[in-house]
């Protein structure tokens, strides 16, 4: 398959995959944040390292462990990747799924930022207009939560900046999702001995429970695969766009499933970053389409 067109379908199941994620960790609320965003790397690396020796890759591994250089990419994105995690399923748990949504609606624009801070990705007179306009909608969700939202701007920025050091890292996606859960995996695995009492305060008591937390692996690795080889395949402007995708299946789900408050002015924030959004994306694909700079 053509390498922009596999990167962009690769982007779609990750975006779709994130969307529907705050159903999958409401059902892990009888664990706190930490311990979930432990569990789920701890996971991640069981299920990272058995797809990377069946695809006979550990080569690409032990490589990359061996350099320095790629360890200090991978433990500052490890680290950017955790924090978002962390922010992300906490948000989840205490009734912000909409504000996470939001961060994940600015989260492209600041790709669009870093994309010509650091690969030279232009943007036309339309493309700033949209950007004008969604840092405006987010002006409007001051008095519409009744202070800054923190917990979006926070997730907006930890995964863009994300985006752009695996966009520079050397390995693939696999291999370096891989290095980063194994740099983590013992702060991980020291946590979980440190604040599980028992076997049932780290997995639950309940068969269901037991599976979903091994599930974690699964969740968090596959939208991950996906976006680290869409990264490396597509401009950061048209990953911007596509990940739109993830925050409006978010929204729905924080608003008409959970209940989640919808005032009037933030509804009105919510429109008028969607119409940056169309702004940008009609203008990027139709009009002047934006020049692959992937490597």
């Known amino acids: 398959m053509n390498p922009s067109r596999s990167g962009v379908l690769a982007a779609i199941a990750a975006f779709f995959l994130w969307g529907v994620l705050p159903i999958f960790w409401k059902h892990l609320s009888f664990l706190p944040p930490v311990s979930i965003v432990a569990q789920r790397t701890v996971w991640s690396l069981v299920l990272l390292l058995a797809i990377l020796f069946f695809r006979g890759e550990s080569r690409k591994l ?71 306009l969604a840092l405006i909608g987010v002006g409007f969700q001051i008095p519409g939560i009744g202070g800054v939202p923190w917990i979006a701007l926070i997730l907006a920025i930890s995964f863009s900046l994300y985006a752009v050091i695996r966009k520079r890292a050397p390995l693939d996606s696999l291999a370096g999702l891989t290095v980063e859960t194994i740099l983590l995996a013992p702060i991980a695995l020291v946590w979980l001995i440190a604040t599980s009492s028992s076997p049932s305060a780290a997995f639950g008591t309940t068969p269901i429970q037991i599976f979903t937390v091994i599930s974690t692996g699964l969740a968090t690795a596959a939208p991950l695969l996906c976006f680290g080889y869409a990264a490396r395949k597509i401009s950061l402007t048209t990953l911007g766009v596509l990940q739109f995708i993830g925050p409006t299946i978010q929204f729905f789900i924080g608003w008409k499933i959970y209940g989640e408050p919808m005032t009037q002015m933030r509804l009105l924030s919510f429109a008028l970053i969607w119409l940056a959004i169309a702004i940008y994306a009609f203008d990027a694909f139709h009009k002047r389409p934006v020049v692959e700079t992937a490597k």
């Open 62 to 132: 032990t490589t990359g462990l061996r350099s320095p250089k790629t360890l200090g990419l991978h433990f500052a994105s490890g680290i950017l990747l955790s924090s978002n995690w962390l922010l992300y399923v906490w948000s989840t748990l205490n009734g912000h799924i909409v504000e996470a949504a939001l961060g994940y609606y600015l989260n492209p624009f600041f790709n669009m930022l870093f994309g010509a801070l650091w690969f030279g990705e232009r943007h036309n007179r339309w493309q700033f207009s949209a950007i004008a």
